[in-house]
T-cell receptor, first 118, second 113 residues
Framework: EAGVAQSPRYKIIEKRQSVAFWCNPI?????LYWYQQILGQGPKLLIQ????????DSQLPKDRFSAERLKGVDSTLKIQPAKLEDSAVYLC????????????????FGEGSRLTVL | AQKITQTQPGMFVQEKEAVTLDCTYD???????LFWYKQPSSGEMIFLIY??????QNATEGRYSLNFQKARKSANLVISASQLGDSAMYFC??????????FGAGTTVTVRA
């Protein structure tokens, strides 16, 4: 089966510009996550979707970040306007549908989108 | 507040030796899960092992084992017989609730020949 697809792989922008990242999860995976990973740190959860609904966005800087998953399949993460501290890799992950219990298996990650803000 | 703590920023290990990576966590939930992921320099996240809070036995997957000490809230990863390909960043993560996964800061492992 195809893995989690992300694009673009690399993006360089000036501060105050906007950028959008796209993620297409594995087919049939209802739960989708966006993580921000700053160099040398662990991934930080930005937002979690279940189908097209937001489950958790408590750590999303909502004044500049937005995300949507309109049809419950692919998702877009936008940053507007970007700041220097937004330089990071943005990881998308998905998992198989749950079966009425907390998940115990694997999160499948994409290769990430590396953002550099100058 | 930091919920996953990995205190070892970097470790060196000789090839074929075992290495233990420390992870402590903080939660008031009774049901939770602990995961370890590997991230090589290429950047992909590779799932290694899972331990549920109600699992009585420590999880093992090939050369990976998880030393789960619930009372101490620790979930250390043991890699036995280290190989050069084990050189990577290793992340401990905890599932909260049904599906929220939070990661620690990571430990870099360098395997020496």
């Amino acid at each position: 089966e195809a893995g989690v697809a992300q694009s673009p792989r690399y993006k360089i922008i000036e501060k105050r510009q906007s950028v959008a990242f796209w993620c297409n999860p594995i087919s049939g995976h209802a739960t989708l996550y966006w993580y921000q990973q700053i160099l040398g740190q662990g991934p930080k959860l930005l937002i979690q979707f279940q189908n097209n609904g937001v489950v958790d966005d408590s750590q999303l800087p909502k004044d500049r970040f937005s995300a949507e998953r309109l049809k419950g399949v692919d998702s877009t993460l936008k940053i507007q306007p970007a700041k220097l501290e937004d330089s990071a890799v943005y990881l998308c992950a998905s998992r198989r549908p749950g079966q009425g219990a907390p998940f115990t298996g694997e999160l499948f990650f994409g290769e990430g989108s590396r953002l550099t803000v100058l | 507040a930091q919920k996953i703590t990995q205190t070892q920023p970097g470790m060196f290990v000789q090839e074929k030796e075992a290495v233990t990576l420390d992870c402590t966590y903080d939660t008031s939930d009774q049901s939770y899960g602990l995961f370890w992921y590997k991230q090589p320099s290429s950047g992909e996240m590779i799932f290694l092992i899972y331990q549920g809070s109600y699992d009585e036995q420590n999880a093992t997957e090939g050369r990976y084992s998880l030393n789960f000490q619930k009372a101490r809230k620790s979930a250390n990863l043991v890699i036995s017989a280290s190989q050069l390909g084990d050189s990577a960043m290793y992340f401990c993560a905890m599932r909260e609730g049904w599906a929220k996964l939070s990661f620690g800061a990571g430990t870099t492992v360098t395997v020496r020949a």
